[in-house]
């Protein structure tokens, strides 16, 4: 049985180039692009994935894999892969910045502990609001979504060697506006009762001068600031809804699909 170098070329894009767009999004995917996932763990999971889409994904049209041109279309595969996976970065980081704006304000900012995601020190409510996150994110199929995306965005997106529609990349910048928005609407409860212990707190310090504020208000500050979180834990949930839905619309309007 003989192959002609035209059909080797043909399969060899048909599985490299996609194969690229599907990496790019399971490294910074949230869940699957933590730092604590190793490397050969994502490349194994994007060669099954691809290995499994490729035959249900359009043909790919851009064939010239020795040229310069090849460069540019892997960079731009690179481009949409990173893309579609930093939606769901931004899912998670806006729980992340509403525990830290909990964190500062209940005086549990003190207590921090390694993300092992991102490498870096976060508060602990943060990073309890991250694993509470990335857990939903897990209960809702999102892993799943992510790849029905990506092969939704070969339909959408072909491999044809054009490049991707520049307001894709504002739509991006933009969406950072609903990561504080919503971090803000989730932690404006807690923050709005801790408002209130405060001036609380005032009042009797006025009323009361010779009271040593700081090693009382302190204290009770910070167990005031955990009642507060478990009280309002169920707005969690509802926060988290309304943020899926608008990572959902923002992926769609990135490939160009419907919500």
Request: charged residues 5%.
């Amino acid at each position: 049985m003989e192959y002609p170098l035209p059909i080797i070329i043909q399969w060899l894009s048909d599985y490299m180039l996609p194969f690229v767009r599907i990496s790019s999004m399971i490294m910074i995917m949230a869940g699957l692009g933590a730092q604590s996932v190793p490397s050969r763990v994502k490349l194994a999971l994007s060669i099954v994935v691809t290995v499994a889409v490729a035959p249900a994904v359009p043909q790919t049209q851009f064939t010239d894999l020795f040229s310069f041109a090849m460069i540019l279309v892997v960079i731009h595969e690179i481009i949409v892969g990173v893309a579609i996976g930093f939606a769901s970065v931004l899912l998670l980081n806006t729980f992340i910045v509403a525990g830290q704006i909990l964190a500062m304000q209940t005086g549990l900012g003190f207590a921090s502990v390694v993300d092992p995601a991102n490498g870096l020190s976060v508060p602990a409510v943060g990073q309890f609001y991250l694993i509470l996150a990335t857990l939903l994110f897990f209960v809702f199929n999102g892993h799943l979504m992510m790849i029905n995306m990506v092969v939704y965005s070969f339909q959408t997106w072909p491999i044809d060697g054009s490049w991707w529609v520049v307001d894709n990349y504002w739509l991006i910048v933009t969406w950072g506006s609903w990561l504080f928005a919503t971090a803000l609407a989730l932690s404006l409860a807690p923050l709005t009762a801790m408002l209130l212990i405060n001036l609380s707190f005032g009042i009797m310090t006025r009323a009361a001068p010779q009271m040593n504020i700081f090693s009382v208000g302190f204290a009770f500050t910070m167990v005031a600031g955990l009642m507060i979180i478990w009280m309002t834990m169920g707005n969690f949930i509802i926060q988290y809804e309304f943020q899926w839905l608008k990572m959902t619309e923002l992926m769609c309007n990135l490939i160009g699909c419907t919500v």
